[in-house]
């Protein structure tokens, strides 16, 4: 006995092409074990919010170069200033999560 799959549709044949011309190598990573997924997943921030210093963190994303330009062009993302906590730190997010736009610190 064997089965054979179905031929691919045009749409699925697409997706592969494009898939494929950013990685060779695609595996499931199942529940607890894939980290990122899981933490893009968290809805909720504040439930992560302990030992972060929302003042230093708005204080480096006002001095980061590469976090200024999302403050003045427009992109997908809706960015807006989010206050975080009663010190009144303004922090850059997307606003559908607000997730904030992380500054680098050298």
């Known amino acids: ?6 031929p691919w549709s045009a749409r699925q044949q697409c ?3 494009y898939i494929s011309e950013f990685t060779t190598d695609v595996q499931r990573v199942a529940g607890k074990s894939n980290i990122v997924a899981d933490c893009l ?4 921030v504040n439930a992560v919010h302990l030992g972060i210093d929302y003042v230093l963190m708005a204080s480096d994303q006002v001095s980061d170069p590469e976090v200024q330009p999302y403050r003045i062009t427009s992109t997908s993302l809706q960015l807006a200033d989010v206050s975080f906590n009663s010190a ?4 850059l ?3 559908r999560h607000h997730r904030a736009a992380t500054p680098c610190r050298s």
């Not at 006995?1 to 179905?6: D, G, H, R």
């Not at 997943?41 to 909720?44: C, D, E, L, Q, W």
């Not at 009144?88 to 922090?91: E, R």
Request: glycine share 4%.
């Open 93 to 95: 997010c997307a606003t």
């Open 15 to 17: 997706h592969l092409a």
């Open 88 to 91: 009144g730190a303004s922090l």
């Open 1 to 6: 006995m064997s089965k054979i799959a179905k």
């Open 41 to 44: 997943s968290i809805v909720v």
